[in-house]
């Protein structure tokens, strides 16, 4: 109460007690409430706050602190223009990936923040105008050197479905040994140092050949600047060499040794020593070919030569309908070992092959074979992105989703590479140290008050990812 000129006047009427457990948490309502609306500081150290557990009820565990924190790294990255939606949906892949019908539901148990399903998929078709922005800050968040070579590589993405259709969802090659469902291929570059730079989407049953090159056209033009390209063996034909020829680009590729006319395997296996370590580098229409042999591939790929042979041997003696085999070919109506094949792969074990245009005064054949072994970063981004991102299965059917759900995942992507670069911490240490900061909401059920109660943020403190977004320990 105050006092107007000589008369009380009644602010707030707190409630009424009967027994001094209940005045004491009246009280502490009293005071809390003066404490938000008074005009000075007090002189005097604030009254404890009070809590009757026998009356307490924990009402919910939010994790509010994470999203925070991940709005923060977003901004840091430079994705803040992104709708909070959009954000969300790629946070909660970080964190517990699922379809976006129960993503919106854990939105809201987790974050506190609701959204409308109808405006979800309204929302969605929209996203995909966001992508060329959303590389470019992909771009800008990767140092400049590690953009001089670039690396190029594609998987594919099944659905939980049976049906194809016009658009995308059709049956191919599929990565992931799910052939009878259908899919879609994806295309993933990155730069040296495995920094996810762009991507996009085809057809399930599009040859991966074909999509090299709109990738790195598109990224040329954006940059103004043709960098040197590694890709594996499938991207490499007359007609691809020609086109990166032609585009102006440097490009070292993997060579599929057993398609080498015969004469050409004879001069590798007359002139390579195979000693362990050895290189040879020979002119071909399809620019210079560098062959290595390994000693430890040689016992690898003569191991499961010798493996495919037995399995060849039995396959022929019980003649079975319907199965495949290597080493095996069919002669009318006859299976036969196909021992021409056998010799011409025992010619090649352990030697591996790498085609290239850059000339060998620019770049030795022993730094082509270590510049194409980076490869392993960009299947790295696909490992990350399927098992830690869960972009598969894939539950949409309309293209705009199919195509928002893929961009989504390539958003968690570049944030979740970012802070795996700043930290050095792998993608579940990450959730981890956001995750075990929580929030307990606990329900004073006599005067209807919730307290809020956090977690310690010790291991967040001591986990670095508190110096990386600026912040003291006492923040």
Known sequence: MRYVGKKREIIKHVGSADIKEELLALEAAAIRYIEEHRLQLPLLRDAPRLIDLDRTQLSSVTHRFAREKLDALASLCGLSFLHPLYRDLAYMRLIEPSSKLRAIELIERHFGVHY???????LLKQFIEEKADIERVASALTPRHSCAMLLYDVTTLYFETHAEDDTLRARGFSKDNKMQ???????????SDGCPLRHDVWKGNTFEGHTMLPVLDAYAKEHKEKPIVVA??????????????????????GARLANLPPALIERIETELSKRDGEILRLSTDRGDLIVGFSLKR???DKGDMERQWKRAEAFVERSEPGKRAKFVRKEEGRYLLDEDLKRKTERLCGIKG??????????SSASVIEKYRELWRVESSFRMAKSDLATRPIFHRVEDAVRSHVLLCFVSLVLLSYIERSTGFSPRRIRDILWNVSEAHLLDTLTGEIHILQSSLDEYHESGLSTLLGESKTH
Do not use: W
Request: hydrophobic fraction near 35%.
């Open 181 to 191: 469902q259908p899919q879609i291929v994806v295309g993933l570059l990155v730069s």
């Open 354 to 363: 790498y085609h290239t245009n850059i000339p060998e005064a620019t770049l």
């Open 116 to 122: 409308a399903e109808r405006t979800v998929y309204r």
């Open 232 to 253: 594996d063996a499938a991207m490499l034909s007359r007609e691809n060499v020609k086109k990166l020829e032609d585009g102006g680009y440097s490009y070292i590729v």
């Open 298 to 300: 040689y016992r690898k």
